[in-house]
């Protein structure tokens, strides 16, 4: 056994993993690790990798990780990189691989057969609000105004978004009708293949609303395409701060869409304390904020327990939603 209690398995998988994470210093006192290997369970250009890299960046650019590399690994809705952690358990203590909400909704659907649980949880760090949004030229100017147009012709007012029927951009609908006081199951909702889609499908007037990530809203908000109805966020953000909240009109729609770290099972807790150590550091970075403005993103840094606890209310919410919706 050596000096960290790990077992000897462990400490040779460590070892392979090229990590060390004591005697690491530079002369300026900040370099944290060697390096860090970040998991990507899906294709390269998307929003977990946008994370991946962004962290990764900001690490190696702070001083606080001297090598980041990273790896795609697609399929399964993010099923294959997590069974990818888990039956290469010991030799993955040296990778981070990053995952959203999209492993709590999946996990509920079976579209996945592990949940958050199978993983070693380290943080949440960031997170992106959900908004819903009309044309610039649509008549639409606030969402008591659409809530008024949905009541007069419920079927005709169609709501879309860059998933399919279930998948997230519904469940963020459903929450907000579902807040107003409607039926969550009533709405029009209308899927397509990705959020670039349902904006091209908003701008022509093929939905008369668009449930999206905030983030992706906020460019064409600020070059007058289109209007921010409300963000499912507790007060304003401030990347766009002319975008009312659900909640300053009446209506108790919180979510966001986290995005945070997990490790393999029976990572040695020494290992866990010096990742949150280090993301927690990292965050505190100009180098970060650089990073975090450019992906209009915000930070809700939850380490470990918190972390739990905040996915563990998230899988209630939503699991409870679905089954009103008939998904499960």
């Known amino acids: 056994m050596n000096t960290y209690g790990w077992t ?9 993993a090229t990590l060390a994470f004591t005697g690491i210093a530079k002369a300026d006192g900040h370099q944290m690790m ?24 900001a690490l190696m650019n702070a001083g606080i990780v001297g090598t980041a590399t990273y790896e795609n690994m697609s399929g399964g809705g993010g099923g294959v990189a997590i069974a990818h952690m888990i039956e290469n358990a010991a030799s993955s203590y040296g990778t981070l ?3 959203s909400t999209p492993i709590v909704i999946r996990s509920l659907t079976g579209e996945i057969s592990q949940s958050f649980r199978d993983l070693t949880l380290v943080a949440g760090t960031v997170g992106d609000y959900a908004a819903l949004v009309v044309s610039a030229d649509s008549p639409i100017n606030s969402m008591e105004e ?22 997230m951009d519904h469940l963020v609908a459903a929450i907000v009708m579902q807040a107003a006081g409607e039926d969550p199951t ?5 899927g397509y293949d990705a959020g670039g889609e349902a904006m091209a499908g908003l701008l022509s007037g093929e939905i008369d609303a668009l449930s999206t990530g905030f983030s992706e809203a906020v460019a064409l908000a600020e070059q007058g395409e289109i209007r921010i109805l409300g963000v499912t966020a507790p007060e304003r953000v401030a990347a766009y701060e002319a975008a009312p909240t659900f909640a300053e009109q009446g209506i108790a729609a919180d979510f966001v869409n ?6 393999a099972p029976g990572l040695p807790e020494e290992q866990l304390t010096a990742y949150q150590t280090m993301l927690g550091a990292m965050l505190e970075t100009p180098e970060w904020e650089e990073v975090r403005a450019r992906m209009g993103l915000v930070n809700i840094y939850r380490p470990g327990a918190e972390f739990e606890a905040f996915l563990e209310a998230q899988e209630l919410q939503i699991g409870d939603l679905m089954r009103e919706l008939g998904f499960l």
């Not at 060697?34 to 960046?57: I, Q, S």
């Not at 009533?186 to 209308?190: D, M, R, S, T």
């Not at 986290?258 to 490790?263: E, H, I, K, M, S």
């Open 8 to 16: 000897r398995r462990a400490a040779i998988a460590a070892a392979t």
């Open 34 to 57: 060697d390096a860090v290997h970040f998991l990507v369970p899906g294709g390269a250009g998307g929003g977990w990798d946008g994370t991946a890299r962004g962290t990764g960046e």
């Open 97 to 99: 691989m990053v995952n």
């Open 146 to 167: 659409a809530l008024a147009m949905y009541r007069e012709a419920p079927l005709d007012f169609a709501i879309g978004g860059g998933s399919v029927p279930g998948g």
């Open 186 to 190: 009533a709405f029009n909702y209308i």
């Open 258 to 263: 986290w995005r945070g770290f997990f490790a």
